[in-house]
């Protein structure tokens, strides 16, 4: 029995659990990327993001009886001009690194049309997908001890059927596609949104609370190391927040404590909240679909 109710994206936003939830998802997702990196490294800009959860939606709600159906190299490049997710050029190439990575591969020739390629997700792939769907679910279960994870891993249609339904509410939402210019530099750069997880992993309880929050420990070039990317990168990114007054270290030379300002922390809950709410919406679809 499906044991949730629905939460709108405010209620989970002001949810007095939310930041709790954040740093579960946000230690959940590290993870991701600690036991595949290579994929993580995939999806770990905004723009990636976005074509990853299009092309998988595209694999998953393929129509069985339409063998034109799926995910294809031309379908998915159209769909990223058309929702203006990325050039057709940009999805070409990403297409063709997941191929050459083996996170996708060519699906078996049913097609009448030889000029068709279609694609599909290897397990690789499908794997950290529901990873990441089930730890989702798993923070929405905490806002209302629910079962959406113990249900969604006893019913995987569940997974199949949410998730192209929120990728496809997600791709045309304002909010989640056009995150906030104060977190949005570090999104839309290669690695960045590992990092604002990093240092949402940090965030004390009332972190809501203050103006200012101080984390003690963050290193720049620890960041760099951890996930990959050059310092300069990392640098880049906290130099224009620093710019804006969203962020700063205590001490000259990115020395001493990391603050963040009440601004940067509610911008990334704003933006994670449309996230939030369309899952949850998707999963209630998905349950309401197979009962």
Avoid at 159 to 186: C, D, M, T
Wanted: proline share 4%; hydrophobic share 45%; glycine share 4%.
């Amino acid at each position: 029995m499906f044991t949730c109710r629905l939460h709108t994206r405010d209620e989970i936003l002001y949810h007095p659990l939310f930041l709790s939830i954040e740093r579960q998802i946000a230690l959940h997702l590290i993870g991701i990327h600690k036991r595949a990196p290579r994929l993580a490294r995939l999806a770990a800009s905004h723009q990636k993001w976005l074509l990853t959860q299009t092309l998988f939606a595209m694999h998953t709600g393929r129509d069985r009886g339409n063998p034109v159906s799926g995910l294809t190299a031309g379908r998915m490049m159209q769909v990223a001009k058309e929702f203006d997710l990325a050039s057709k050029n940009t999805a070409a190439s990403f297409l063709a690194e997941l191929i050459a990575y083996k996170f996708l591969r060519d699906a078996p020739d049913e097609t009448p049309d030889r000029r068709l390629r279609r694609l599909e997700t290897t397990e690789v792939s499908e794997e950290a997908m529901a990873s990441w769907f089930l730890g989702h679910m798993a923070c929405l279960d905490q806002l209302d001890d629910g079962n959406r994870a113990s249900l969604t891993a006893d019913e995987p249609r569940l997974f199949h059927l949410a998730q192209p339904r929120a990728a496809r509410a997600l791709i045309k939402e304002p909010i989640w596609k056009e995150p906030r210019s104060s977190i949005g530099h570090f999104l839309w750069s290669d690695v960045g949104g590992l990092v604002l997880h990093d240092l949402v992993s940090r965030l004390p309880d009332d972190a809501r609370e203050h103006k200012r929050v101080l984390l003690v420990g963050v290193s720049i070039s620890e960041l760099a190391n951890e996930f990959g990317i050059s310092l300069t990168n990392v640098k880049r990114m906290f130099k224009r927040a620093e710019t804006d007054n969203l962020l700063g270290w205590e001490s000259p030379r990115n020395r001493g404590a990391l603050w963040l300002s009440r601004t940067f922390i509610e911008d990334y809950f704003h933006w994670q909240s449309a996230k939030f709410a369309e899952l949850d919406s998707a999963i209630h679809w998905a349950a309401s679909q197979i009962r």
